[in-house]
C-alpha cells in the first residue's frame, strides 16, 4: 500500500499490493493532503485491507474509517485523527460502497466498517476471536461524529499499553526531552513530541497517586522523561511535586477543590492529587432541606474554605462568596505556573453561601 497524506519514517514498509491504496473515481472528493502531525492511507481495495489488518506482522493498531458520499455532514475527521495518534497508528480511509463489502466479505463476521463509522483494530488480532474487542463507533449526526473521532483516537492510545508481540525486543528507557502536544482519554493520556520527533504517551497509571494528565500538564509544556521505545510511553514520575498545603493556605483562605465523590449526606474533596478530605452536608449547607448531591455534582471545581480545627485541615463551602479572592493552586508538575495564581473565582467553578 502506498503511503498517503505525509511521510513520518515508514516509507521502507512495503505492501504486497501497492495498488490497493491510492485515488480512484471513488475517492475524487479526498485527494492527497499534507499536513503537519499525521498521515492516512486512502484505501483502494477493501480485500487488501483486509489481508493488512489480519496480518500477524503488524505491530500497531490500525484505524479505518469509513465515510459516506450522501452523507457529507456526519463524516468522521480523519485528519483530526491522524494527527492526535501520529505515528502511533496505522490510519485508513474507505470509502462506503463497493469495497466496504469486499472489507466485511474478507473479515470475521462482525468486524466490517461501513457508512460513516470507525473501528481500532489490534495488532495482538485478539478481535479476530471476539469482535466486540473492536467497537464500531457509527456517526449519523456531526455531533456523533466528533464523539467517534474521539472514542477512535481513545481506542488507539488505549490499545498501546497493551504487551507487544513477541517479535518486538524491549529496549531500555532512555532520557529524552519533548513537548506535550494534546491530550486524550479523558486525561490519561498526554501525546508528546519528542526532541528527535518521535511521538508517545504519557500514560495516567504510570504516576502514583494517578493523576488526570491535563491537570499536571499543559499543552506546549517542555518535559523531560525516561523513553520506553518498545511501548512508546514517557514516564515523568520525577516531575511531580508533593506540596505542604498548611505551608502554603493559612485558615480561613478561599482555594479551588475538585469533586471526587458525592453522596446525599457528604462530598469528598481533592485540593490536590492525592489529598482527600471528606465534607459532611453540615459544613456545606445549613439548609435543612438540602442534600450534598443537589450543591456540588462530582467532577465539578469548587471554591471552599480552608481551615485549621484542632490542627487538623478541614474544608467548608458554607458562607463562600463569588468575589473573593482565590488563592493560587499548589504545582502538580515542576516548571509549571500555578493555575489560580492571585485569580477571583474562575469561570467554570462555584462559590456557596450559607443557605
Not at 485540593?271 to 453540615?282: A, D, I, N, Q
Not at 481551615?307 to 478541614?314: D, I, S
Request: proline share 6%.
Amino acid at each position: 500500500m502506498e503511503q498517503r497524506g505525509g511521510d513520518h519514517g515508514h516509507s521502507s514498509r512495503e505492501y504486497r499490493n501497492r495498488a490497493a491504496v491510492g485515488r480512484r473515481p471513488g475517492n475524487r472528493g479526498h485527494p492527497q493532503r499534507d499536513y503537519a502531525g499525521g498521515s492516512y492511507e486512502v484505501v483502494a481495495s477493501g480485500e487488501q485491507l483486509a489481508r493488512t489488518l489480519m496480518s500477524a506482522g503488524r505491530v500497531r493498531p490500525a484505524a479505518v474509517i469509513a465515510w459516506h458520499p450522501g452523507q457529507p455532514r456526519n463524516r468522521i475527521d480523519v485528519e483530526h485523527i491522524a494527527r492526535e495518534v501520529g505515528d502511533l497508528a496505522d490510519v485508513y480511509y474507505l470509502e462506503n460502497g463497493p469495497e466496504t463489502y469486499r472489507l466485511g466479505d474478507a473479515l470475521p463476521p462482525g468486524a466490517h466498517v461501513y457508512g460513516n463509522a470507525a473501528r481500532v483494530y489490534s495488532a495482538d488480532l485478539d478481535w479476530i476471536q471476539d469482535v466486540y474487542r473492536s467497537p464500531l463507533w457509527m456517526a449519523q449526526s456531526p455531533d456523533a461524529a466528533v464523539q467517534a473521532a474521539e472514542e477512535i483516537i481513545d481506542d488507539v492510545l488505549g490499545r498501546l499499553t497493551s504487551s507487544p508481540p513477541p517479535a518486538v525486543v524491549p529496549q531500555r528507557a532512555e532520557k529524552m526531552d519533548g513537548v506535550v502536544k494534546a491530550f486524550a482519554s479523558g486525561g490519561s493520556r498526554a501525546i508528546v513530541e519528542l526532541s528527535d520527533g518521535r511521538r508517545c504517551t504519557i500514560q495516567r497509571e504510570q504516576l502514583l497517586p494517578a493523576v488526570r494528565l491535563d491537570w499536571m500538564l499543559a499543552e506546549g509544556q517542555a518535559v523531560s522523561g525516561l523513553y520506553d521505545a518498545g511501548a512508546r510511553t514517557l514516564d515523568v514520575s520525577a516531575l511531580k511535586v508533593v506540596p505542604r498545603l498548611t505551608d502554603l493556605y493559612s485558615s480561613g483562605d478561599l482555594v479551588l477543590a475538585l469533586v471526587e465523590e458525592v453522596t446525599g449526606k457528604a462530598a469528598t474533596l481533592n485540593l490536590f492529587p492525592g489529598c482527600r478530605w471528606p465534607v459532611p452536608l453540615e459544613r456545606m449547607s445549613s439548609n435543612p432541606l438540602d442534600t450534598a448531591d443537589t450543591l456540588v455534582t462530582e467532577g465539578e471545581v469548587v471554591v471552599v474554605r480552608f481551615l485549621r480545627v484542632k490542627g487538623a485541615v478541614v474544608l467548608s463551602l458554607i458562607d463562600v462568596g463569588d468575589d473573593g479572592e482565590v488563592r493560587a493552586s499548589p504545582r502538580a508538575a515542576a516548571g509549571r505556573d500555578s493555575l489560580a495564581a492571585g485569580r477571583k473565582t474562575p469561570a467554570g467553578t462555584r462559590g456557596h453561601r450559607d443557605r
